[in-house]
């Protein structure tokens, strides 16, 4: 069993930044993959980031790729989301999720098998 816990929401200002963290409990192999998915209002629920715990296939949905940055501490198993250039499209509840399948595997279907309660965003003047 995989436990999840997200941080680091909030209200920022066009053009701010801010930084989510995700901290993991229980067994998580190097392989498994890792991800950033968000939703908004009346949207779909989107993946964001994806990254496998060794730290490679790392891939961006195109509409953050130049702005945000998945990266994880091993030691301390945290993933982290490093978000920059935040525009009001990118309002929205951010989860953080862990699946046992590759990450060219699951990012096709979203299907994680662990997740977390989420963090809001809220990017507004």
């Known amino acids: 069993e995989v436990q999840l816990v997200e941080s680091g929401g909030g209200l920022v200002q066009p053009g701010g930044s801010l930084r989510l963290s995700c901290a993991a409990r229980?067994?998580?192999?190097?392989?498994?993959?890792m991800a950033w998915f968000r939703q908004g209002p009346g949207n779909e629920r989107e993946g964001v980031a994806f990254?496998?715990?060794?730290?490679?296939?790392?891939s961006y949905t195109d509409s953050v790729k130049g702005r945000f940055t998945i990266s994880r501490d091993i030691n301390t198993n945290t993933l982290y989301l490093e978000m920059a250039a935040l525009k009001p499209e990118d309002s929205a509840m951010y989860y953080c999720?862990?699946?046992?399948?590759?990450?060219?595997?699951?990012?096709?279907?979203?299907?994680?098998?662990?997740w977390g309660q989420g963090t809001q965003v809220t990017v507004s003047s």
């Open positions: 229980g067994y998580i192999a190097i392989s498994y993959c």
């Open positions: 990254m496998n715990r060794a730290g490679g296939d790392i």
């Open positions: 999720a862990v699946d046992p399948r590759p990450c060219s595997s699951v990012r096709r279907d979203g299907a994680f098998s662990y």
